[in-house]
């Protein structure tokens, strides 16, 4: 069953979304992230998918406050993600409270440095974000979406494939934010080219059915964020999704 994983973007202490990863186009939501992670929480989530937007612009991690409360107050995994580029990013990130860091643009940057990381953290550990202009040209965006890598995904999946890469979270960014529905032929392409590969479908998310799709498609993840924010996806509608616990 797909991990339905939902996300909270935080940039100036606002949780936030933009559109195509236009940052004139952030709206922020009347959301504490405590609060919203609590519940998440009470209704079946298990992980969430942080964001420390100031962090990805920065080229550090920034909202270490954020993570230590969501861990401090609640039983969530967290997936880190935002600026991580040295292993004290990382050490301090799981000294807060993370469980999981996905990392990006130092993956461009330093490839070498991310590889290492794989192996000595643990490729359970350590997912890829990898996030492109859109589906048919596959370039790589980094540093909060704002610069473009001189290469493509497929290549740059290439190298960390054959260094034990697990996990990669890829998004369409021209699908973000637009409730348009997933690039689902664009994670078809991902699933056949690295059929090993466990993918972390982000972007585009309208609503249940294409989160049953994904799934179909043997996604092994779904991030979500708009459609919940703008009350187009109901946590109740994702109970389906969520294994039950036993008492």
Known sequence: MIQVIPSIAIRKGNVVKMRKGDPTSEKAYDENPLDLA????DHGIEVVHLVDLDGAEKGGPVNWHVLEAIRGH?????????????DGDISKAFEYGADYITAASVAVTDPELFASWIISYGREKMTLGADVINKDSKELLFRGWQRKAELTLFDHLDYFYSR?????KSTDVSRDGVLEGPAFDFYEDILKRFPQISVLASGGVRGVDDIKRLNDMGIFAVIFGK??????????????FLVKKEA
Do not use: P
Request: proline fraction near 0%.
């Open 227 to 240: 459609a919940y924010y703008e009350g187009v996806l109901n946590l109740k509608d994702l109970e389906q």
């Open 38 to 41: 609590k519940r998440f929480e």
């Open 74 to 86: 609640t039983d969530l995994k967290i997936d880190f993600t935002g600026g991580i580029s040295t």
């Open 164 to 168: 034990g890469l697990k996990y990669v």
